[in-house]
């Protein structure tokens, strides 16, 4: 099966070993870890996802249903956040099987289970300071002690919490 | 409480982080522990600095040695690039709004360097977008923000700003800003006549709609003159900027155009200025020709009066009258293209008379006198 990026409303990049997205219709953010980055950078290219768990399964040594369960699980996550829409089978792609063991062979070094985070509550998530109230996680996750410092303070003054 | 204003050239901190962002990998890892060993990254440091982080971090990714604060850099490179990707799109709105009015549309500064010069979407803070439309559709423009519920920062200013400005900050309830512009800079207005940036521009999609960016030429002009005076935030982003478009699209900046645009609107002196920094401080390679003819431009008095008032940091000056009134006559000087004294100061007449709103000669010095 192959899927094609929802553009223009989606934009992304991969920093690292993180593929990172907005969905401009809302404003949601998006990271996805782990293997989930080289299938994104599969499905932007047109390659077919069942090729993919073929290729994984193989390179790793790993039963092929758990590699097929954990992507369907992915792919059906992309999909409900609108960040991908099937491609039509007259959609034809240039990205070859080949090409796509390259890809896995060079950026795949380990397998775990491709994961996507969401993150709607952008507004608190741009009032951060990066140097110092985000968790360890990364950007947009506050760090706990800043999220239990504001809860203690929203029970203190019931009447200024959101 | 007067304002604190930055020097346009960097201090030795600052300067050794500008190396981190722009020098070679093989170097940066070294000028990173440096500034570390000056400033404590944990605890304040000033904006002009903090506004290079994302193009440090970037910078540093390059080097395969383990990089002090790296996550850190991290978050802020990710909180930008968000920050950048939701101004691009609103930009985008409004883009598509004027063109269905047929208002054409340039996108300036960081949204178009960010493509053009850095080639990353993320490295180059912006707080605002900036879109410039011709300067006879300007009223228009300013009447479509107004009814897409932007709402103009200075509204008593409109009529100045499109006499003597560049630009009119927009402000929607959400918080994104807009500054319209009908010219790049302030030096590039003649008469009030649209400038020749238009014929020159280059096609640019934002976000995904179309539109048009000065051309690298003008980019790079455009950088230097407004980057190069004192400034509440330290406006050191000139430097890599200039950096990184020079190196970045080298090939396809119009090296004549751009001193003859240096001659015309009187602005060698702050581009001699500021090649010379460049090439002694960043090893940036500018052709010997433009070196050349960058000498040959007869630099004018008002000038140099503009360019020395731009390096000064003189706040404190300007509560006494007749430092105000000099103050007035270089934001003439600025602008003007009259040459000649006798003329000069005949402009300088109307100028504070179209400020003052039409005030005779002892109500201009009463107004000027009890002014704060």
């Given at each position: ?25 809302n404003g949601n953010y ?87 985070n969401k993150y709607s509550d952008m507004r608190d998530a741009l009032m951060l300071d990066p140097i110092h109230e985000v968790d360890e996680r990364g950007w947009p996750t506050m760090n706990e002690d800043l999220m239990f410092r504001e809860e203690a303070e929203n029970e203190l003054n019931p009447d200024h919490s959101n | ?41 944990e ?29 850190k850099?991290?978050n802020?490179?990710?909180q930008?690039?968000y ?90 309830e959400d918080g ?197």
């Amino acid at each position: 099966m192959r899927y094609k990026i929802n553009y223009p409303h989606i934009v992304h990049d991969t920093i690292e070993d993180e593929t990172i997205l907005i969905n401009l219709k809302n404003g949601n953010y998006y990271n996805i870890e782990n293997s989930g980055t080289v299938l994104w950078d599969i499905i932007e290219k047109g390659g077919d996802v069942n090729d993919s768990c073929d290729l994984i399964a193989k390179k790793f040594k790993l039963a092929p249903e758990k590699i097929k369960n954990d992507i369907e699980i992915f792919i059906s996550n992309l999909l409900m956040e609108n960040l991908l829409v099937p491609l039509n089978e007259k959609d034809i792609s240039s990205f070859e099987i080949k090409e796509m063991e390259v890809l896995i062979n060079e950026k795949m070094k380990k397998y775990a289970a491709p994961v996507i985070n969401k993150y709607s509550d952008m507004r608190d998530a741009l009032m951060l300071d990066p140097i110092h109230e985000v968790d360890e996680r990364g950007w947009p996750t506050m760090n706990e002690d800043l999220m239990f410092r504001e809860e203690a303070e929203n029970e203190l003054n019931p009447d200024h919490s959101n | 409480m007067k304002k604190a204003y930055s020097n346009p050239f960097p201090n030795k901190e600052q300067e050794i982080l500008l190396k981190t962002a722009l020098f070679p990998p093989a170097d940066v890892a070294m000028y990173w522990k440096e500034w570390n060993n000056l400033i404590d990254f944990e605890s304040f440091f000033d904006i002009g600095s903090f506004r290079l982080m994302p193009l440090v971090y970037k910078n540093l990714l390059k080097c395969e040695t383990e990089i002090p604060f790296i996550h850190k850099l991290k978050n802020i490179y990710l909180q930008n690039w968000y920050k950048n990707q939701q101004l691009f799109h609103e930009g985008s709105k409004i883009v598509s709004e004027f063109e269905l009015k047929n208002i054409k549309t340039i996108i300036l500064k960081g949204a178009a360097l960010s493509h053009f010069a850095y080639k990353d979407k993320g490295v180059r803070p912006m707080s605002d977008i900036d879109i410039m439309v011709p300067y006879n559709q300007a009223v228009e423009a300013m009447k479509l923000l107004k009814s897409n519920k932007w709402k103009a920062e200075f509204e008593n200013y409109i009529e100045y700003n499109l006499k003597f400005g560049r630009s009119m900050m927009f402000r929607r309830e959400d918080g994104f800003e807009l500054d319209l512009h009908w010219h790049p800079f302030f030096e590039a207005q003649e008469k009030n006549k649209e400038a020749d940036f238009w014929d020159k521009a280059i096609p640019f999609e934002l976000s995904g709609i179309q539109s048009q960016s000065l051309c690298p030429a003008d980019m790079l002009l455009e950088v230097i003159v407004h980057g190069l005076r004192y400034n509440p935030i330290p406006p050191i982003r000139w430097i890599p900027d200039s950096v990184k478009l020079i190196l970045n699209c080298h090939n396809e900046i119009d090296w004549d155009y751009f001193i003859d645009q240096t001659r015309k609107y009187r602005v060698a002196l702050k581009v001699k200025k500021a090649f010379d920094y460049l090439k002694d401080t960043f090893n940036l390679s500018i052709p010997e020709a433009v070196d050349k003819n960058l000498k040959q431009i007869r630099i004018s008095y008002a000038e140099q009066l503009v360019y020395f008032d731009a390096m000064q940091q003189d706040e404190d000056e300007v509560d006494r009258f007749f430092n105000k009134l000099y103050k007035l006559f270089l934001i003439y000087l600025r602008q003007t293209k009259d040459r000649g004294l006798i003329r000069q100061m005949i402009g300088f007449w109307r100028f504070l008379r179209f400020r003052t709103a039409g005030k005779n000669a002892f109500a201009i010095v009463w107004y000027y006198m009890k002014k704060k």
